[in-house]
């Protein structure tokens, strides 16, 4: 299956048409659509740690929620100049990892996917 093919059946999942690209923050951050997955990492914020993490388990796939370049729109511009930036990307493109950013489907499907997984994490689903 492909990084676009993933992507694809978890906004079907949501239940709600994909948003226009240039409507959403949920977008491919690193990687190719066309890449084979081999394993899929899902984290809340695509740290380092999260990134070596999935490169020690063999992961090229990873599905954040918070944005990958430090910003809500994830624009690189004004890291041009940033070191810290570029041995971060340094390190996913020497591995080829695909990151995309899984924010507001997760937010606006028939149900908040955040809310419902706390509820469940915190037993509370039963008092909704």
Known sequence: M???E???RIIEKTGMEPLPQDKTCDQLMTGSPDTEVTKI??????TAEVIKKAIE????????HEPTWFTGADNTDWLENDPVYHKKKELID???IAIWRFHDHMHMGCEDGIYRGFDMEMGWNNYR
């Not at 990492?41 to 695509?46: I, L």
Request: aromatic fraction near 4%.
């Open 94 to 96: 020497k591995h080829n």
């Open 41 to 46: 990492v899902t984290t809340f914020m695509a």
């Open 2 to 4: 492909t990084v676009r």
């Open 57 to 64: 388990i063999g992961a090229n796939m990873i599905i954040t």
């Open 6 to 8: 993933v992507i694809n």
